[in-house]
T-cell receptor, first 112, second 116 residues
Framework: AQSVTQPDIHITVSEGASLELRCNYS??????LFWYVQSPGQGLQLLLK??????LVQGIKGFEAEFKRSQSSFNLRKPSVHWSDAAEYFC??????????FGAGTTVTVRA | EPEVTQTPSHQVTQMGQEVILRCVPI?????FYWYRQILGQKVEFLVS????????KSEIFDDQFSVERPDGSNFTLKIRSTKLEDSAMYFC??????????????FGSGTRLTVV
């Protein structure tokens, strides 16, 4: 069965600093990997996804993620965070069926 | 950009009451899903629905739950007799392709259900 681990429950970062959120997955075949963001009171918005090709994936809002098969990781990065990036971030893994398996999420706080 | 719309955004109900959560998926999507997120926990898969029948359901989706597409636009989740532990954020999602697990879905903004 597929699963996702997000080791960091909460990260605080200064505005303008870089951000990296960790995600490790477990899946026997080629994984399909996603990052979603949930702003307070909002739904889940897709930031980016990977299922083949270039292992560095560009997403919306200036985010990128790198798939590293050898480390079973799909870490999310942003070079310079903005106060509006404060939110909860979820990594998810899918397969050739209907469902996604989500990690527990990482809450990002941005300080001025 | 097309959206998945969920109503209401917040519902409070008495334990033992029936609730219906409503969703309007993206119009040309054919696959529909419900997920839930208990406060502080992971987002969990509940059920997928295609061609007017359930494609897959999780162990959470017991006989208290049912889904329906009553017309060409709505997709509903019914909880027959709510329990305190049903309190959660419920997300509806839809996808154009069967392989939502491969291509991802579009999620709605969620309905926060509070059972008192």
């Amino acid at each position: 069965a597929q699963s996702v681990t997000q080791p960091d429950i909460h990260i605080t970062v200064s505005e303008g600093a870089s951000l990296e959120l960790r995600c490790n997955y477990s899946y026997g075949a080629t994984p399909y990997l996603f990052w979603y963001v949930q702003s307070p009171g909002q739904g889940l918005q897709l930031l980016l996804k990977y299922f083949s090709g270039d292992t560095l994936v560009q997403g919306i809002k200036g985010f990128e993620a790198e798939f590293k098969r050898s480390q079973s990781s799909f870490n999310l990065r942003k070079p310079s965070v903005h106060w509006s990036d404060a939110a909860e971030y979820f990594c998810a893994v899918g397969s050739n069926d209907y469902k996604l398996s989500f990690g527990a999420g990482t809450t990002v706080t941005v300080r001025a | 950009e097309p959206e998945v719309t969920q109503t209401p955004s917040h519902q409070v109900t008495q334990m033992g009451q029936e609730v219906i959560l409503r969703c309007v998926p993206i119009s040309n999507h054919l696959y529909f899903y419900w997920y839930r997120q208990i406060l502080g926990q992971k987002v969990e898969f509940l059920v997928s629905f295609y061609n007017n029948e359930i494609s897959e359901k999780s162990e959470i989706f017991d006989d208290q739950f049912s889904v329906e597409r009553p017309d060409g636009s709505n997709f509903t989740l019914k909880i027959r007799s709510t329990k305190l532990e049903d309190s959660a954020m419920y997300f509806c999602a839809s996808s154009a392709a069967r392989q939502g697990g491969r291509y991802g879905y579009t999620f709605g903004s969620g309905t926060r259900l509070t059972v008192v």
